[in-house]
T-cell receptor, first 110, second 112 residues
Framework: GQQLNQSPQSMFIQEGEDVSMNCTSS?????WLWYKQDPGEGPVLLIA?????ELTSNGRLTAQFGITRKDSFLNISASIPSDVGIYFC??????????FGTGTRLTVIP | SQTIHQWPATLVQPVGSPLSLECTVE??????LYWYRQAAGRGLQLLFY????GQISSEVPQNLSASRPQDRQFILSSKKLLLSDSGFYLC???WGAGQPQHFGDGTRLSIL
C-alpha cells in the first residue's frame, strides 16, 4: 500500500534557527499538502502544492514539490516558539481520501 | 467561509457505554466528510469517509460506526466502548477527492 515517510521524526532546535523536513512517497503524487498540528488541536493546512517543481511560500514557511513527484520539502526560516507542533505531509490516496505522513515533531528551545 | 464544528471537546466514558460524537460543517454543500483517530503522539488513522448523505465507507474494521443523516452532519458512534477506543477523534471536510482536508478541533475521548 501507499507509504509516506517523513523525516526527521522529531527535531529540537534553538529559536532563530532554520528547519528543514521532508516527505517521500512510494508512488507519484499530483498534489502535496503540508499541515501543522498544535497540541490538542486539529491539523491546519499550511501549504498546498499542485505542480512538480513548484515552490510556494507562506510567511516564513516554504514548501517544494519535488521534480520526481515522489517527494516534498518544508522549510521554516528563523524559527520561533509558536512553531512548536507536529508537521504532517499528505497526498491523494484511494478514491476519496488523503494519505498522511507519520509527522515530524518540532520543539523550539527559546 | 466554511467552518467545521466538533463536540464535545473532551469526553470521559466508562467501558461498555455508548458513544456519539457529532460534526457539522457550515458554508458549503455536499462536502466529503471524514473521521480520523489519532493515538497519543501518533499519526492520523482514517476511520470513515462519506461522499454524500447516507453513504459511508469504512477504512478499518472496528468497534465504531458512522452515519451521515444530513448533508453537513457526520456522526461517529459506538454501542459499547472498549478501552482501545481511547484517543483523539478528528472530523474533516473537503471539496472532493484529492482536495485539501480541513479539520475540526477534535474530541479527546478517554475510556475508564
Amino acid at each position: 500500500g501507499q507509504q509516506l515517510n517523513q523525516s526527521p521524526q522529531s527535531m529540537f532546535i534553538q529559536e532563530g534557527e532554520d528547519v528543514s523536513m521532508n516527505c517521500t512517497s512510494s508512488s507519484i503524487f499530483n498534489t502535496w499538502l503540508w499541515y501543522k498540528q498544535d497540541p490538542g488541536e486539529g491539523p491546519v493546512l499550511l501549504i498546498a502544492l499542485y505542480k512538480a517543481g513548484e515552490l510556494t511560500s507562506n510567511g516564513r514557511l516554504t514548501a517544494q514539490f519535488g521534480i520526481t513527484r515522489k517527494d516534498s520539502f518544508l522549510n521554516i526560516s528563523a524559527s520561533i516558539p509558536s512553531d512548536v507542533g507536529i508537521y504532517f505531509c499528505a497526498g491523494p490516496g484511494g478514491a476519496n481520501n488523503l494519505f498522511f505522513g507519520t509527522g515530524t515533531r518540532l520543539t523550539v528551545i527559546p | 467561509s466554511q467552518t467545521i464544528h466538533q463536540w464535545p471537546a473532551t469526553l470521559v466514558q466508562p467501558v461498555g457505554s455508548p458513544l456519539s460524537l457529532e460534526c457539522t460543517v457550515e458554508g458549503t454543500s455536499n462536502p466529503n466528510l471524514y473521521w480520523y483517530r489519532q493515538a497519543a503522539g501518533r499519526g492520523l488513522q482514517l476511520l470513515f469517509y462519506s461522499v454524500g448523505i447516507g453513504q459511508i465507507s469504512s477504512e478499518v474494521p472496528q468497534n465504531l460506526s458512522a452515519s451521515r443523516p444530513q448533508d453537513r452532519q457526520f456522526i461517529l458512534s459506538s454501542k459499547k466502548l472498549l478501552l482501545s477506543d481511547s484517543g483523539f477523534y478528528l472530523c474533516a471536510w473537503s471539496w472532493g477527492a484529492g482536495q485539501p482536508q480541513h479539520f475540526g478541533d477534535g474530541t479527546r475521548l478517554s475510556i475508564l
